[in-house]
Nanobody, 119 residues
Framework: QVQLVESGGGLVQPGGSLRLSCAASGSIFSIYAMAWYRQAPGKEREMVAVITSGGSTNYADSVLGRFTISRDNAKNTVYLQMNSLKPEDTAVYYC?????????????WGQGTQVTVSS
């Protein structure tokens, strides 16, 4: 019932910046939180940043101070501003939405966008 489309990934040198976007559509009115996850080759998928419907944010320690999650409610879009990128940030980044209807929780995922940090 919720569709998520990520964009903004690409190749960047260490120390560079990228801004990822996640556009949501469908039954989005009951989404309580949006998040960015990432998965590097051979590693588990990990949470990068979360933003709630009330605007509270949370970050993984590895990106704290470098990444910023934000939202534009008018555009139904969540962003991830990534600064001071490191090779360790190389991964496929996925947008996630949590939705609760009548006490039942549902997770929705985008297709992912590749971020490569390399010189």
């Amino acid at each position: 019932q919720v569709q998520l489309v990520e964009s903004g990934g690409g190749l960047v040198q260490p120390g560079g910046s990228l801004r990822l976007s996640c556009a949501a559509s469908g039954s989005i009115f009951s989404i309580y939180a949006m998040a960015w996850y990432r998965q590097a080759p051979g590693k588990e998928r990990e949470m990068v940043a979360v933003i709630t419907s009330g605007g509270s944010t949370n970050y993984a320690d590895s990106v704290l101070g470098r990444f910023t999650i934000s939202r534009d409610n008018a555009k139904n879009t969540v962003y991830l501003q990534m600064n001071s990128l490191k090779p360790e940030d190389t991964a496929v980044y996925y947008c996630n939405a949590g939705r609760v209807v009548a006490g039942t929780s549902s997770d929705y995922w985008g297709q992912g966008t590749q971020v490569t940090v390399s010189s």
